[in-house]
């Protein structure tokens, strides 16, 4: 398992390395950084003495080093539009997302499992017809249009929920604000992990299900039905263990591209959060906070995968060996 650890350490650092020099590389196309500084109004030669001081003009390879070096420390820039350190406006923004993204991920576990574990002990019934039939539907429209009917319905409508911003938070652990803490912060955050879980979900279920129609065909489980063992335990026990594996990665994976898709739906609700934070530095060309964000969501979906991968091998420790062997 250490080996295995070490390896995949490993293989994260490479592939921050390349989400970092890509995230670099595209800054260069996203305007001229000191007209972001001084505007208009300075004069050509102290406009090239400033990229000078600041670098600009010398070659590409020393200012990514440069900027490598600076990223090693915590330092992704400065915003041009909040005028504080770029790593620090995303690390104010980041517990509105993680929360939105955790209530989202709350929703797809508790539905996904025992939809797609009926429907594939009763595949011809009529629940699971209506259950597929959802999912499909589900799939098909965009989250964005999730989101905006939730709002006339539930919000303009009946008056029942919220329809923008995080409500009432508190601080716990220091900085870190939530709104599981509060009975308005919940009542906030239901409809956004709601609107974020409908593009996942539908495809959870139907994942599970055709997993799970697979395992109970296999003779292992033949075997314990001829035991007389309970189908309870034969489904939940022996069946879906087995259908998790293959569930855990391709889950674990998009689950941490979940955090790039709260774009939509933090736009929609006004919801305080990073997806937000970098559509406003894109309408506002803030190249340093557009840069630490791909490259703090980049992190992100890395750790996700590493962390999903050692589960996978916790769970099938078979996994492990044969990787480590190869």
């Given at each position: 398992m250490f080996a295995y650890l070490v390896k995949r350490i490993f293989q994260a650092i490479a592939v921050m390395l390349v989400i970092s020099l890509i995230a670099f590389a595209i800054q260069g196309n996203l305007g001229d950084p000191l007209r972001e500084l001084v505007g208009q109004s300075v004069s050509e030669?102290?406009?090239?003495?400033?990229?000078?001081e600041l670098g600009l003009n010398d070659p590409f390879f020393v200012q990514y080093m440069r900027f490598l070096g600076n990223a090693l420390q915590g330092d992704l820039g400065t915003s041009y539009f909040f005028k504080e350190p770029a790593l620090d406006v995303i690390l104010k923004k980041l517990p509105a997302t993680l929360e939105l993204v955790f209530g989202a991920t709350i929703l797809i576990i508790g539905l996904s499992i025992p939809?797609?574990?009926?429907?594939?002990?009763?595949?011809?019934?009529a629940i699971t017809r209506i259950i597929l039939s959802l999912s499909i539907v589900g799939l098909s429209i965009p989250v964005f249009l999730t989101a905006i009917l939730m709002i006339f319905f539930f919000s303009v409508e009946l008056g029942w929920m919220p329809s923008f911003g995080r409500g009432e938070i508190v601080h716990v652990l220091g900085s870190w604000e939530t709104n599981f803490a509060t009975k308005d912060g919940w009542l906030h955050i239901i409809m956004p992990s709601i609107a974020l879980s409908s593009i996942m979900l539908p495809m959870f279920i139907r994942l599970i299900r055709a997993e799970m129609m697979d395992v109970l065909q296999s003779e292992y489980v033949r075997y314990a039905q001829a035991k007389g063992i309970a189908p309870w335990r034969i489904y939940f026990v022996h069946g879906l263990k087995n259908t998790l594996l293959p569930v855990i990665t391709v889950g674990g994976v998009q689950i941490g591209t979940m955090v790039a898709y709260t774009i939509l739906t933090e736009t929609v609700f006004s919801w305080p959060g990073m997806g937000a934070m970098f559509l406003e530095a894109v309408n506002r060309v803030d190249t340093p906070l557009i840069v630490a964000y791909l490259i703090v969501v980049g992190f992100i979906f890395v750790v996700t995968n590493t962390i999903v991968d050692l589960i996978y091998g916790l769970v099938n420790p078979t996994i492990n060996l044969a990787r480590m062997g190869a």
């Open positions: 030669e102290v406009r090239q003495q400033l990229r000078d939809l797609g574990v009926y429907t594939a002990i009763r595949p011809n019934g």
